[in-house]
């Protein structure tokens, strides 16, 4: 996975601009707080073959002129690929206008409702789940974002809704920091139970101790994911700019996936590099065939 050879999809990056959206968490990260637009990405510079933005959490009414605001910088931004929109799940079936409204934007490829700081009964609540199953049909995939202490909730979450493919961001947000693995992997493994989970490894940046080098405390964390996800159902995302906001430091990131799996085949590499981002996303070629028909390696 180093930048000189294989293809990369990086399948979590942010774009935003506060003169153009409101962004009511900036004002709590003020090292954030300023336009990052695709010129500022640091894998721009890289060898990264596609990137899907994700919803930077404007205001909930700005969902759609983000998604309108985003497609429009497709021209400076050749790599992007796909987004995964706002939707407001919980609003139940009447979701389904949201959803077309989406549906009617080309690059839209999955939708998320953040549950982060929700509690479990929000998730689990008759309306979320309904609104899930709207997704479900509209043949979009859903970005989970939440933490480590709602593994659980996610997995019943799953199960509720099977026809449903979710995408853990963030491998549930660990507790990086302080390296505790038990409580996380319980979790972790209830919920590679559900066959229609997979899991980004990425945003390991912003739960760990800026002061101590990051690979020694995110290798057990990517290393639990792999082992109990597969290749397969994981994929590689840089959480830029929240998570890494330098060149050296996204390819310090791209390089520390690349050590976890250690001993692992060229195709396991390729599953997590690019190919289940790919198929996960849908995303096609200028031909219009999917990315995953055409890889060989």
Same mark, same amino acid.
């Given at each position: 996975?180093? !930048?000189?050879?294989?293809?990369?999809?990086?399948?979590?990056?942010?774009? @935003?601009?506060?003169?153009?959206?409101?962004?009511?968490?900036?004002? %709590?990260?003020?090292?954030?707080? $300023?336009?990052?637009?695709?010129?500022?990405?640091?894998?721009?510079?890289?060898?990264? $073959?596609?990137?899907?933005?994700?919803?930077?959490?404007?205001?909930?009414?700005?969902?759609?002129?983000?998604?309108?605001?985003?497609?429009?910088?497709?021209?400076? @931004?050749?790599?992007?690929?796909?987004?995964?929109?706002? !939707?407001?799940?919980?609003?139940?079936?009447?979701?389904?206008?949201?959803?077309? *409204?989406?549906?009617?934007?080309?690059?839209?490829?999955?939708?998320?409702? /953040? =549950?982060? +700081?929700?509690?479990?009964? =929000?998730?689990?609540?008759?309306?979320?789940?309904?609104?899930?199953?709207?997704?479900?049909?509209?043949?979009? &995939?859903?970005?989970?974002?939440?933490?480590?202490? *709602?593994?659980?909730?996610?997995?019943?979450?799953?199960?509720?809704?099977?026809?449903?493919?979710? &995408?853990?961001?963030?491998?549930?947000?660990?507790?990086?920091?302080?390296? %505790?693995?038990?409580? @996380?992997?319980?979790?972790? #493994?209830?919920?590679?139970? #559900?066959?229609?989970?997979?899991?980004?490894?990425?945003?390991?940046?912003?739960?760990?101790?800026?002061?101590?080098?990051?690979?020694?405390?995110?290798?057990?964390?990517?290393?639990?994911?792999?082992?109990?996800?597969?290749? %397969?159902?994981?994929?590689?995302?840089?959480?830029?700019?929240?998570? /890494?906001?330098?060149?050296?430091?996204?390819?310090? @990131?791209?390089?520390?996936?690349?050590?976890?799996?250690?001993?692992?085949? +060229?195709?396991?590499?390729?599953?997590?590099?690019?190919?289940?981002?790919? $198929?996960?996303? #849908?995303?096609?070629?200028?031909?219009?065939?999917?990315?995953?028909? #055409?890889?060989?390696?």
């Amino acid at each position: 996975m180093e !930048a000189t050879s294989a293809p990369v999809i990086d399948s979590h990056v942010h774009v @935003w601009d506060p003169a153009v959206l409101n962004y009511a968490w900036l004002s %709590e990260a003020p090292h954030l707080n $300023r336009p990052f637009l695709p010129e500022h990405l640091p894998h721009m510079a890289a060898n990264i $073959r596609a990137a899907i933005f994700v919803q930077a959490d404007c205001r909930d009414d700005q969902a759609l002129k983000e998604v309108d605001w985003v497609s429009g910088l497709r021209a400076g @931004w050749p790599q992007l690929a796909g987004i995964v929109a706002f !939707a407001p799940i919980s609003r139940g079936d009447a979701v389904g206008q949201d959803l077309d *409204q989406l549906l009617e934007r080309p690059l839209v490829r999955g939708v998320r409702q /953040l =549950f982060q +700081d929700r509690d479990e009964s =929000f998730m689990l609540h008759p309306a979320t789940l309904a609104g899930a199953r709207q997704v479900a049909a509209s043949g979009l &995939v859903f970005d989970a974002c939440i933490r480590a202490r *709602q593994l659980a909730a996610l997995a019943e979450f799953a199960r509720c809704v099977p026809d449903l493919l979710i &995408v853990l961001d963030h491998m549930g947000k660990p507790p990086v920091a302080s390296g %505790e693995l038990t409580a @996380w992997r319980s979790g972790m #493994q209830e919920l590679a139970r #559900q066959e229609n989970v997979v899991v980004k490894i990425s945003g390991v940046g912003a739960e760990a101790d800026p002061h101590r080098a990051l690979a020694p405390q995110a290798l057990p964390f990517i290393q639990e994911t792999l082992h109990l996800f597969g290749a %397969e159902r994981c994929m590689i995302g840089s959480d830029c700019p929240v998570s /890494l906001t330098s060149p050296a430091a996204y390819q310090d @990131w791209i390089t520390i996936v690349d050590k976890a799996m250690a001993g692992a085949s +060229d195709s396991e590499r390729g599953s997590v590099s690019h190919r289940t981002a790919a $198929r996960v996303y #849908q995303l096609r070629d200028d031909a219009g065939q999917t990315a995953t028909n #055409q890889e060989k390696d």
